[in-house]
Each structure stands twice: as C-alpha cells, then as structure tokens.
C-alpha cells in the first residue's frame, strides 16, 4: 500500500495558478501510474489528469487541457498538478491516487490508494 499526502490547495481568483503536490510514501512509488481526481460539491469524483510511471505519458480531461500539467519527481516520490488560469468550476476536492498498474488510466476503479484530498476554491 502507497500513503498519499496531497498540498497546496487554497483560494485563488479566477485566471489565477495553484500548483498541486502529492507525496507518496511505502512501495515502490516509480512502479505506478499516478492521477489526479476532484469531487464538486453534490457532484460524482471526476477523473483529472493522469500520468505513467516514468512521466512519459499522460492524459487529461477535455475540461483542464492546456491548463492543467500533471508531473512527477521519482526521485522524490511526488507527483504534481500545475493548475493555471483557473476557473471558479475548478473548484473542487482534488485527490491523487495510485494506478494499479503502470500505464495511464482515466476510470478511477483502477486507482487502488487515495490521498485525503486538499480544497481548490477558485472565486469569480
């Protein structure tokens, strides 16, 4: 089992950056794909941003690209979200979550270790 530690959420104006982190402790964090998710208030956990093990692939929502950069550091088991000109429905919960296996997937019950989340609140 991976332990996720999600940081850098907060309060931005619309057009406005935040830059995600997710530290990953326990097996070996460069084996597996890594991706971001959100949840919205009374709306279901969407799928974000995803990236394979190595950081040579990755996928995103229609909704977040060109704005949205996921990357990750194997060297220091985190993965990232750059997160610019944002939007006020970017707000949400965003997790990372661990990938069962080492290529990118969007379906979320492929993702077997969560973090706890951090609040993204972006104001109009």
């Known amino acids: 089992q991976v332990q996720l530690v999600e940081s850098g959420g907060g309060l931005v104006q619309a057009g406005g950056s935040l830059r995600l982190s997710c530290a990953a402790s326990?097996?070996?964090?460069?084996?597996?794909?890594m991706g971001w998710f959100r949840q919205a208030p009374g709306k279901e956990r969407e799928f974000v941003a995803a990236i394979n093990w190595s950081g040579g692939s990755t996928d995103y929502a229609d909704s977040v690209k060109g704005r949205f950069t996921i990357s990750r550091d194997n060297a220091k088991n985190t993965v990232y979200l750059q997160m610019n000109s944002l939007k006020p429905e970017d707000t949400a919960v965003y997790y990372c979550?661990?990938?069962?296996?080492?290529?990118?997937?969007?379906?979320?019950?492929?993702?077997?270790?969560w973090g706890q989340g951090t609040q993204v609140t972006v104001s109009s």
């Open positions: 326990g097996r070996t964090f460069s084996s597996y794909a």
């Open positions: 979550a661990r990938g069962r296996l080492h290529t990118v997937v969007v379906r979320s019950t492929w993702y077997d270790d």
